[in-house]
């Protein structure tokens, strides 16, 4: 795939939302409230009303010289996803775009993200909450690791709840983390499911089919119309192939 295919390839999205932006506000104005309403079912206002630079799939990783190098070199003999990672990273791409060029599911993608993070071969996201959702997401960070560091909770809050656990424990109850957290007024029941949701949900693999992608009005000019009608032909060709390229890759994987 040339550089040229690869753009195309991993804006699909950018172009699906972009053509979204110029339909009649009324009818944006719906499929706002259908969105609202169903993300209100499953997270609470903390994370719906999160900003931009706050969200994990928006950010864009930042190489250090020691990641460029590892890139260049490959010196570490890593597996290639960690190198399809980084190169990535270096093209600019936000985890949201390096996830659906490679087929990721956004928890594989947060486990390349810390390995890269703890290598120091991408920066420290400036934004707590980049880090704790990627750990959270990977498997790394628990429940009350993820809301110590995005400030919800602080260590002596945190250190209570392991107490009562422990306590729980010997009792035989054994209250799960998240439960005492709950009872004690630091988080909210909500807090808790959103976080669950969110985790399950990064564990499913998307990829968006240019043939959806929505049409606007025709362009004034035959020429851009002509080359517009081009452009979403190759997408769809090439959405068809990656198609049947992840389809290769899921049975081959299976058969192991």
């Known amino acids: 795939m040339n550089r040229e295919d690869f753009i195309l390839t991993k804006n699909i999205l950018r172009i699906f939302l972009d053509k979204l932006l110029v339909f009649p506000l009324w009818v944006k104005q719906i499929i706002y409230l ?14 719906i009303e999160l900003k ?10 930042v190489l250090t010289f020691l990641g460029r190098t590892e890139l260049s070199e490959k010196k570490g003999g890593y597996d290639s996803n960690i190198y399809n990672f980084l190169a990535n990273a270096a093209e600019g791409l936000t985890i949201l775009e390096v996830s659906m060029n490679n087929f990721w599911t956004m928890e594989e993608v947060a486990k390349y993200f810390i390995f890269c993070l703890e290598q120091n071969y991408i920066k420290v996201p400036e934004v707590v909450h980049i880090e704790a959702m990627a750990g959270f997401m990977s498997g790394k960070f628990r429940t009350g690791e993820y809301f110590k560091r995005i400030g919800k909770i602080n260590v002596d809050q945190l250190e209570q709840v392991i107490i009562k656990q422990s306590e729980s424990i010997k009792s035989g109850s054994r209250l799960k983390i998240a439960e005492i957290m709950i009872s004690l007024g630091f988080i909210t029941e909500k807090d808790t499911s959103s976080l669950l949701v969110i985790k399950e949900e990064s564990k499913k693999r998307f990829i968006l089919d240019s043939g959806i992608v929505p049409h606007e009005a025709a362009p004034s000019n035959g020429q851009d119309l ?19 390229r992840l389809s290769k890759i899921l049975a081959f994987v299976k058969k192991q």
Do not use: G, V
């Open 226 to 244: 002509k080359a517009c009608q081009e452009q979403i032909a190759k997408l769809t060709e090439q959405n068809t192939l990656l198609k049947d």
């Open 52 to 61: 931009e630079d706050a969200i994990f799939h928006l950010y864009i990783p």
């Open 34 to 47: 259908r969105l609202y309403q169903n993300l209100t079912a499953y997270l609470s206002e903390d994370f």
